[in-house]
């Protein structure tokens, strides 16, 4: 049976509609393709303004998704039509997420400097969510990437990996190999035959990272 063709995902990224992130809309398209990533899901802190932009200019290429605080910790969505508000409970946030199909990630599962999840709070959303983020490029932690697959593996989920790249520096650090998905039933098929192809942000690109982000947070212009 031939097998099929993979793509390279780029599952977790931010522009400057995050406030913590320096990539404009156009140098962050331009990049990932320039580094082969065919599928970007751009996911901003609570807002899905910026992926609506990237959305019109490459529209093969961007996914529209969000990184949402909920009152326990994070969740990524993706395929989203509608922003989904923050500090809203866990539930409440996967209720409306699934009234719109989104497909559904637990990002940085145990890095709780960085709105992670206790065990507790994580059991009870794991029958509602798609996949578990088990490689983050930004844990600085290694033992939390590999708490996080350990996890899933365990359980049987889904996995992806992200960049959460807040500068062009981290774009493509963490990326997902796996065949061509249009949509979150797509997606939930092809995760079975993926593979994650990662390395965590080094001290030196870190400190380039947080430059950067620092100079987008004083242009008044940034969000061009």
């Not at 990932?32 to 990533?37: P, Q, S, V």
């Not at 751009?42 to 807002?47: G, M, Q, R, S, W």
């Not at 200019?57 to 994070?74: F, Q």
């Not at 359980?155 to 979150?184: C, I, K, Q, Y």
């Amino acid at each position: 049976m031939k097998q099929p063709q993979l793509i390279r995902a780029e599952f977790h990224c931010h522009t400057v509609y995050s406030h913590d992130s320096s990539n404009r809309i156009p140098q962050l398209l331009r990049a990932a393709k320039e580094r082969g990533i065919e599928r970007l899901a751009i996911t901003d802190h609570n807002t899905i303004q910026g992926a609506l932009k990237a959305k019109e200019l490459e529209p093969e290429l961007v996914v529209v998704g969000e990184e949402i605080l909920t009152s326990r910790g994070e969740l990524l969505a993706f395929f989203l039509n509608d922003e989904i508000p923050r500090k809203l409970s866990p539930m409440q946030t996967i209720e409306r997420l699934k009234e719109q199909g989104a497909f559904i990630v637990v990002p940085h599962v145990f890095d709780r400097r960085r709105h992670g999840w206790s065990k507790e709070d994580l059991e009870q959303i794991l029958p509602h969510v798609d996949a578990l983020e088990v490689f983050n490029a930004r844990c600085l932690n290694p033992r939390i990437n590999r708490l996080g697959r350990a996890f899933a593996e365990e359980r049987g989920f889904a996995m992806t990996a992200g960049s959460d790249a807040h500068s062009l520096v981290e774009l493509g650090l963490a990326s997902v190999w796996l065949p061509a998905f249009n949509d979150p039933e797509e997606l939930r098929e092809s995760l079975k035959e993926a593979h994650i192809d990662a390395r965590l942000l080094s001290p030196l690109d870190h400190f380039k990272a947080s430059a950067l982000i620092a100079v987008g947070r004083i242009n008044p212009s940034k969000k061009r």
